[in-house]
T-cell receptor, first 113, second 111 residues
């Protein structure tokens, strides 16, 4: 039972570089989410997807892009990394839109220097 | 809008009880509770749905006052393993997808 798998676990980027955070789930969930967690601030929704080919912005989408070509994968792309994007990123999935448990990956700790 | 959690932090001795509160200004469909230990992912504890249904994996009790849009998580006879940060996440009916999380309540259990 892998659940939600995120790679990499840690990454250091230089300002202006780009990277893709990978997220894969093996539970056949339609709903997938990207959150970022800053110290003392809780988790904030970046982007979400309700199924393959369908994505939408969350609360803090600026500086990020996503795609969803398959049910399993939901990568998050950072273009032109900035220090403000230093954070811990969590991917999550759920089986339904509302009222169901969200399963979280182990997170990616990103530092932009 | 982000739900408001209280208290921000609690220090207990093993065996003592605690209540963590979550309040929203929006009409809610559900309230979720998660616990996160340092450096780990949030772990699901419970969902409370409008209408009274509850879903959970652990022996933790909670309440949801639909009129006041408030939820409380009750931790009784606390154990060392209960230490961590507790987050409530809310879903508003007809709102955007995904959960809106509070800032968290830090719970420290001392032996």
């Amino acid at each position: 039972n892998a659940g939600v798998t995120q790679t990499p676990k840690f990454r250091i980027l230089k300002i202006g570089q780009s990277m893709t955070l990978q997220c894969a789930q093996d539970m056949n969930h339609n709903y997938m989410y990207w959150y970022r967690q800053d110290p003392g601030m809780g988790l904030k929704l970046i982007y979400y997807s309700v199924g393959a080919g369908i994505t939408d912005k969350g609360e803090v989408p600026n500086g990020y892009n996503v795609s969803r070509s398959t049910t399993e994968d939901f990568p998050l792309r950072l273009e032109l990394a900035a220090p403000s994007q230093t954070s811990v990123y969590f991917c999550a999935s759920s089986s339904h839109r509302e009222g169901t448990e969200a399963f979280f990956g182990q997170g990616t700790r990103l530092t932009v220097v | 809008q982000q739900p408001v959690q209280s208290p921000q932090a609690v220090i207990l001795r093993e065996g003592e009880d605690a209540v963590i509160n979550c309040s929203s200004s929006k009409a809610l469909y559900s309230v979720h509770w998660y616990r996160q230990k340092h450096g780990e992912a949030p772990v699901f504890l419970m969902i409370l749905l409008k209408g009274g249904e509850q879903k959970g994996h652990e022996k933790i009790s909670a309440s949801f006052n639909e009129k006041k849009q408030q939820s409380s998580l009750y931790l009784t006879a606390s154990q060392l393993s209960y230490s961590g940060t507790y987050f409530c996440g809310t879903e508003a009916r007809g709102g955007a997808d995904g959960l809106t999380f509070g800032k968290g309540t830090h719970l420290i259990i001392q032996p």
